[in-house]
């Protein structure tokens, strides 16, 4: 009885290990795709874009150019990699600014660009340069301002100030600096 209770199991395990063998592998293996959400696809691409914004009196208000763009019609927004925008002034004696990032949205809808990714802006003077370096920085090129939340650094031929926060009138070279000023002044 012993013997025959022990074939049994023998026969059955046979059974087993064959059923198991014959078996297609996805049977026994989870699915191991990984399901990956869809980035949006852009209405349209664009390689080496340059851009002129012409203000209503039909006076070039800024340039733009960057490496690459895609432009997604929900939203009415243009995202670029590089932007470069050169903001100019309509006053004869002021230089213009000079925005430089690694990434850009241009949001047609309320006429700002969004500059984020190691900003920096600058313009030359007759002393040298005044410099701007902040992570993100909202340009207006219909009032010629500019703005962020984040820290900044303004860096001119006379000194060094810090701030967190920063609203700029680029046309009238006045800079409201927001929270947590710190400046050192060069004398020359």
């Known amino acids: 009885m012993k013997n025959i209770v022990l074939l049994a199991l023998a026969a059955v395990a046979l059974l087993a290990f064959l059923t198991f063998w014959e078996s297609p592998p996805k049977l026994f293996i989870r699915d191991a795709r990984i399901l990956?959400?869809?980035?949006?696809?852009?209405d349209s691409y664009m390689r080496a874009t340059f851009t002129r914004k012409f203000d209503d009196a039909g006076i070039l208000s800024y340039t733009l150019d960057s490496s690459s763009g895609e432009y997604f019609k929900t939203g009415d927004r243009l995202e670029l990699q590089q932007p470069?925008?050169?903001?100019l002034s309509d006053a004869e004696?002021?230089?213009p600014w000079h925005l430089n990032a690694n990434k850009g949205v241009i949001f047609n809808t309320k006429n700002r660009v969004v500059m984020s990714?190691?900003?920096h802006a600058w313009q030359q003077v007759p002393a040298g340069k005044n410099q701007l370096r902040t992570p993100k920085l909202i340009f207006?090129?219909?009032t010629n301002t500019a703005e962020t939340q984040s820290r900044v650094a303004l860096t001119?031929?006379?000194?060094?100030t810090t701030a967190m926060g920063l609203k700029a009138n680029l046309q009238q070279q006045t800079y409201e600096l927001l929270s947590q000023v710190k400046s050192v002044h060069k004398p020359q």
């Open 36 to 42: 990956i959400p869809e980035s949006p696809k852009a």
């Open 84 to 87: 470069q925008l050169l903001a």
């Open 93 to 95: 004696n002021i230089q």
């Open 117 to 119: 990714g190691k900003v």
């Open 140 to 142: 207006f090129p219909d």
């Open 156 to 160: 001119s031929p006379t000194g060094t």
